[in-house]
């Protein structure tokens, strides 16, 4: 079990709503990314952050931001929620930048959006 | 671009058997790091295994090992003695140095009794 933890674990929410995400990274992780997973894909990557900074996107819209707060848990905020928002929303920590760590993932939050 | 194929979208393995999930990549980056993650129907993203692109011997974590063939842009995961319990959505991924994971499609994974 890693010490990611996402929160809440399910929610639903009604089109055009706003929705945050929480996340909080495992203890001496500096480095927080964040996926969106649909339905029978693979995650795709929205964005990360790297001490409190954004330092990477993926292609998703302006509608999607997010935080990295000084102990290094993050936040996704989604405004304007559309039907196809709905997915399984991962983050996941690492201890560095890099490609020569692993990252750890939560337990994922299911958003269905109706 | 970065991206990762894996061309079995299901796999059947008899139990206590071996299996090998297929996964290419493509990237022009010299650094990066290849990552195996099991996925149950819980949603979260188990770690597996770890290659590094520039790692001569390949990968094995108990009955996980990673078959690396660079020049191939391969990096195949090799399950032997199958459980039940391994019975999953199994990702590829690839993160090259200071950048994001690219995952690929998975591939789902039953375990016959």
């Known amino acids: 079990e890693t010490g990611v933890t996402q929160s809440p674990t399910h929610l639903i929410k009604t089109r055009g709503q706003q929705v945050t995400l929480r996340c909080s990274s495992q203890s001496g992780h500096n480095t927080v990314s964040w996926y969106q997973q649909a339905l029978g894909q693979g995650p795709q990557f929205i964005f990360q952050?790297?001490?409190?900074?954004?330092?990477g996107r993926g292609n998703f819209p302006p509608r999607f931001s997010g935080l990295q707060f000084p102990n290094y848990s993050s936040e996704l905020n989604v405004n304007a929620l559309e039907l196809d928002d709905s997915a399984l929303y991962l983050c996941a920590s690492s201890e560095r930048q890099g490609g020569s760590t692993e990252a750890f993932f939560g337990q994922g939050t299911r958003l269905t959006v109706v | 671009a970065q991206k990762i194929t894996q061309t079995q979208p299901g796999m059947f393995v008899q139990e206590k058997e071996a299996v090998t999930l297929d996964c290419t990549y493509d990237?022009?980056?010299?650094?990066?790091?290849l990552f195996w993650y099991k996925q149950p129907s819980s949603g979260e993203m188990i770690f597996l295994i770890y290659q590094g692109s520039y790692d001569q011997q390949n990968a094995t974590e108990g009955r996980y090992s990673l078959n690396f063939q660079k020049a191939r842009k391969s990096a195949n995961l090799v399950i032997s003695a199958s459980q039940l319990g391994d019975s999953a959505m199994y990702f590829c991924?690839?993160?090259?140095?200071?950048?994001?994971?690219?995952f690929g499609p998975g591939t789902r994974l039953s375990v016959l009794p």
């Open positions: 952050y790297y001490r409190e900074e954004e330092n």
């Open positions: 990237t022009s980056d010299p650094s990066y790091g």
């Open positions: 991924a690839m993160r090259p140095y200071g950048q994001n994971f690219v």
